[in-house]
C-alpha cells in the first residue's frame, strides 16, 4: 500500500470508528447490549467494506491508472449492493437491535465518505511523472536543441 492510500485509509477509518464508538454507545443506552451488538457489528461491516474497496482501488490505481474511474464508479456500486444485501439479511436478525445497526451503518458510511473526499483533497498526489535523468526524454529544452 502506497502511503497516499495509507494516509487516505487513516483518515477515512479514524472517523468513522469514533462514528461506530458513538453509535455503540447510544445503542447500549438505547437498546442494552443488544443495541451495543448491532453498532458494533455495524461498524464493523462498513469499515471491512470501505477498507477493502480502498484497497481494491490503490491495486487498481497502480496497475492499471487509465481504469480507475471505470473501476471506483464499479467498486462502489458492488460496495453499496454487498451493503444492501448485508442489510437484508440481517433484517431480522434477533440477537441484535437492527434499527441500531442499520442507524450505525449509515452514520459510519456518510462520515466514510465525508473524510475521505477531505483528506484527498489535503494530500498532495502528483499526477505528472518527472522524467527520470540520463533515459532519452523526447521533450528537450531550447537550449539543448540549439547546442
Known amino acids: 500500500m502506497q502511503s497516499n492510500d495509507a494516509r487516505i485509509l487513516r ?35 462498513v469499515l471491512a467494506f470501505f477498507g477493502a474497496g480502498l484497497h481494491v482501488l490503490g491495486r487498481i490505481g497502480r496497475q492499471w491508472p487509465e481504469l480507475l474511474l471505470g473501476a471506483g464508479f464499479l467498486v462502489y456500486t458492488t460496495q453499496v449492493i454487498a451493503m444492501f444485501v448485508v442489510m437484508k439479511l440481517l433484517r431480522d436478525a434477533t440477537f441484535m ?3 441500531v445497526f442499520g442507524f450505525t451503518v449509515l452514520a459510519c458510511l456518510l462520515v466514510w465518505l465525508a473524510a475521505q473526499a477531505w483528506t ?3 494530500l498532495k498526489t502528483p499526477y505528472v511523472e518527472p522524467a527520470v535523468a540520463g533515459k532519452g526524454s523526447t521533450g528537450s529544452s531550447a537550449a539543448e536543441s540549439r547546442a
Open 120 to 122: 484527498q483533497t489535503r
Open 11 to 45: 483518515g477515512a477509518a479514524i472517523p468513522s470508528a469514533g462514528a461506530g464508538l458513538v453509535g455503540v454507545i447510544a445503542g447500549a443506552v438505547v437498546s442494552g447490549g443488544e443495541g451495543a451488538l448491532g453498532a458494533g457489528l455495524g461498524t464493523v461491516v
Open 97 to 99: 437491535d437492527g434499527r
